[in-house]
T-cell receptor, first 114, second 113 residues
Framework: DTAVSQTPKYLVTQMGNDKSIKCEQN?????MYWYKQDSKKFLKIMFS???????INETVPNRFSPKSPDKAHLNLHINSLELGDSAVYFC?????????????FGQGTRLTVV | KQEVTQIPAALSVPEGENLVLNCSFTDSAIYNLQWFRQDPGKGLTSLLL?????REQTSGRLNASLDKSSGRSTLYIAASQPGDSATYLCAVTNSGGYQKVTFGIGTKLQVIP
């Protein structure tokens, strides 16, 4: 029944490793997002995909690469993890249309790089 | 560039009190404004969505208002309960081109029994 689900919920890994976070939505939405919430609880958008196409790409290191195999999935792959990548990553989805565009969020993935 | 500010950063009130959380944004060209609740270690739960053409939305003890021209929104919580303790986030979706969502940093609310 979960509308937006992310896996894993927790991820602890060493510097230099490559890891992926998966996101799936069953709401039939056409737009998906990745957000990063830093230690100060500030939420900042990283990427947005509409119908599998990248539409927003904020200033994010090239080590972060989103992949959208279909409209219901948006995975985040991170290469060569650094200590500063430690944060909570949230996936979200919405239906892009005039006015409504209500966003639904996943439960977050707490990434700890050691 | 849209900036969203929430005041106060933290608020502690006794149970039963009515309270108001404030959100301001710099670019009034918005599609909508959404209020979220975030519990510690949890995700974001959508509370209320106000479309750009609306002035307020209500859900139970919550009422959110929107004044686009002044770039402000308020979230009113009536008869607060300890279960309302959480961080409340305001998010604005911009109009024009790609709809980008900008968040405030949130107001951490503690309701004391």
């Amino acid at each position: 029944d979960t509308a937006v689900s992310q896996t894993p919920k927790y991820l602890v890994t060493q510097m230099g490793n490559d890891k992926s976070i998966k996101c799936e939505q069953n709401l039939g939405h056409d737009t998906m997002y990745w957000y990063k919430q830093d230690s100060k609880k500030f939420l900042k958008i990283m990427f947005s995909y509409n119908n599998k196409e990248l539409i927003i790409n904020e200033t994010v290191p090239n080590r972060f690469s989103p992949k959208s195999p279909d409209k219901a999935h948006l995975n985040l792959h991170i290469n060569s993890l650094e200590l500063g990548d430690s944060a909570v990553y949230f996936c979200a989805s919405s239906r892009l249309r005039t006015g409504r565009n209500e966003a639904f969020f996943g439960q977050g993935t707490r990434l700890t790089v050691v | 560039k849209q900036e969203v500010t929430q005041i106060p950063a933290a608020l502690s009130v006794p149970e039963g009190e009515n309270l108001v959380l404030n959100c301001s944004f710099t670019d009034s060209a918005i599609y909508n404004l959404q209020w979220f609740r975030q519990d510690p270690g949890k995700g974001l739960t959508s509370l209320l969505l106000i479309q750009s053409s609306q002035r307020e939305q209500t859900s139970g003890r919550l009422n959110a208002s929107l004044d686009k021209s002044s770039g402000r929104s308020t979230l009113y919580i009536a008869a607060s309960q300890p279960g309302d303790s959480a961080t409340y986030l305001c998010a604005v979706t911009n109009s024009g081109g790609y709809q980008k969502v900008t968040f405030g940093i949130g107001t951490k609310l503690q309701v004391i029994p």
